[in-house]
């Protein structure tokens, strides 16, 4: 009987205990392994990365909530008779044309309010713990696509690459190495420019290195520019063989990027992930063209990674590829809700995030977030979604990684999301998929010193109920256990929340309910 490589995964990390090691999950190792991995149909993961900080409320919008959206964010507000209807409760801005033509063929899928607990507003912090997986209040040194490729490729970057792993694991497009894909002992992604003129570094002229500590660093070192310049000739050989058949905007950097990915994909690289990035959302100030929202910074940024998304899908189906690759976006964080007198917004919690490709499950994943009248102006859309899910989620249904390694390396929280499908199989649209199994509701708001939650339970289950803050800090996690099915009723001593927005959120699986009330 054959097995495949999510079999052999599955059943080996389950038939061996977990470690702490560099090889946490007691993997195998040799050629047996090494010949799984280097199977040229292994799957392959792009990431978008979004600099500067999405607004979400403009990219994916609560059609349910525009009354009030429209209270808010009047002088940033989409035109209602210019969005992208999805369904009763979503539409997309008018920039994402080619995007709801992918949606429309059941490739995109949508998962509302992806964020994390104790919301980070700094760029530079909250891009580490997107980047690296982490718990917002711990600092990771290794990436979280890193700690997985720590577990498949032993002691890197020692003995790589060989005479099987030839290839680089990750590659991010550009000068700058993603923090994504950093592992225990040294990165494992290639920066690269250009796929068809890779430049090599001058290794020096070799001899052996002091016995000491300044001779490992040494060694590293040479072992570092020995590797990238192995790795570079592999990227430009299998390149130049490689090919893209769709026609590529020239004037859309995005792209181009994702023009160099499919060259690579094509050319038979054997590369895991693949990291682009698209720069400019930290949209403070004229994000739209006053008098005229549907134009203007955002709205171009988001026809270039609309469009560019297209393209690139439509080279992977042109080129019998599109099975083997799933793509996501992410940011470092949304936006506030209400706007800035600037015709922009400022830094925010939590927001949309997007899948696509062949093998997404399509439709959107959880609630329109909710609006206020009353909005504070520090207020942004409230988590439903951790990140770490969506995260352990692709691991899981893509790389096969089993949940328990999941949560491992990255929360023992870990929720699984249906986000992905088997490939060859019907698109199912998850559109309103959890819409009976959470109830929530929180009375009365405004409250002052104590406050009552009521909730329904479509089956026993184990429950998170936690309360947030204005800006999207934990105030309280107030259980966390297993409870029977029906209706709950729990009653909260609130003296000591602080006054303002105070954001209830239940996790039952994979289904979340957040509400809102405010404390006096």
């Known amino acids: 009987m054959s097995i495949n490589r999510r079999q052999f995964l599955a059943t080996t990390a389950a038939a061996l205990p977990l470690a702490t090691t560099k090889l946490p999950f007691g993997f195998p190792t040799g050629k047996l392994f090494d010949a799984l991995l280097a199977d040229p149909s292994d799957r392959v993961l792009v990431l978008i990365n979004l600099t500067g900080g999405n607004d979400g409320l403009n990219t994916v919008v609560p059609l349910d909530q525009f009354d009030n959206l429209a209270a808010v964010r009047s002088n940033i507000l989409l035109p209602k008779n210019r969005l992208l209807r999805l369904d009763d409760r ?39 713990i997107w980047n690296t997986g982490s718990d917002s209040r711990e600092v990771s040194r290794t990436g979280w696509m890193g700690r997985y490729f720590d577990t498949i490729y032993p002691g890197f970057p020692e ?26 002992l040294g990165s494992f992604t290639l920066t690269v420019s250009n796929p068809l003129s890779m430049t090599s570094l001058l290794e020096g002229a070799g001899g052996s290195s002091p016995d000491n500590e300044h001779g490992s660093e040494l060694d590293f070192v040479r072992t570092t520019i020995a590797q990238a310049n192995s790795y570079g000739r592999a990227v430009q050989t299998k390149s130049l063989t ?31 992930a693949y990291i682009v990035n698209l720069g400019g959302f930290d949209t403070h100030a004229n994000q739209v063209e006053a008098g005229n929202t549907h134009e203007g910074n955002h709205a171009e940024l988001l026809a270039t990674l609309s469009d560019a998304i297209a393209v690139f899908l439509e080279d992977l189906k042109k080129q019998g590829l599109a099975e083997r690759v799933i793509g996501m976006t992410y940011s470092e964080f949304g936006r506030r809700i209400r706007s800035n007198d600037a015709t922009g917004t400022d830094h925010g919690s939590a927001a949309p995030l997007v899948l696509f490709g062949e093998c997404v499950r399509a439709g959107t994943l959880g609630q329109s977030p909710e609006i206020a009248r009353d909005v504070d102006v520090q207020e942004g859309v ?51 998929r959890d819409a009976d199994a959470l109830t929530l509701a929180a009375y009365p708001s ?16 184990r429950v998170i109920l936690e309360a947030y803050d204005v800006q999207g800090a934990c105030i309280e996690r107030l259980f966390d256990r297993r409870l029977p099915m029906g209706e709950q009723q729990v009653s909260i001593n609130t003296s000591a929340y602080p006054a303002g927005v105070v954001t209830f959120r239940l996790q039952e699986s994979d289904s979340v309910r957040v509400v809102r009330t405010v404390k006096l």
């Open 446 to 461: 405004p409250f002052t010193e104590r406050l009552t939650v009521n909730f329904s339970l479509a089956r026993a289950a």
């Open 242 to 272: 490689g090919k893209t058949v769709a026609d590529y905007p020239s004037g859309n950097k995005l792209a181009q990027q994702l023009r160099s990915v499919v060259q690579m994909i094509s050319g038979g690289l054997r590369t895991k």
């Open 382 to 432: 409230a988590m439903q979604y951790d990140f770490r899910d969506v995260y352990g989620s692709i691991l899981e249904d893509w790389f096969g990684l089993p949940a328990a390694a999941v949560r491992e390396l990255l929360h023992n929280g870990y929720h699984r999301l249906p986000i992905l499908r088997e490939c060859n199989t019907s698109v199912s649209d998850v559109s309103g």
């Open 159 to 184: 003995g790589y690459p060989n005479a099987v792993d030839t290839d680089p694991v990750a590659v991010t497009i550009g000068t700058v190495a993603s923090e994504t894909c950093q592992g225990l």
């Open 90 to 128: 979503t539409a997309l801005h008018p920039s994402l044309t080619s995007v709801r033509g992918l949606w429309d063929e059941g490739k995109v899928s949508i998962v509302q309010g992806v964020g994390y607990r104790d919301q980070n507003r700094s760029h530079f912090r909250s891009s580490d």
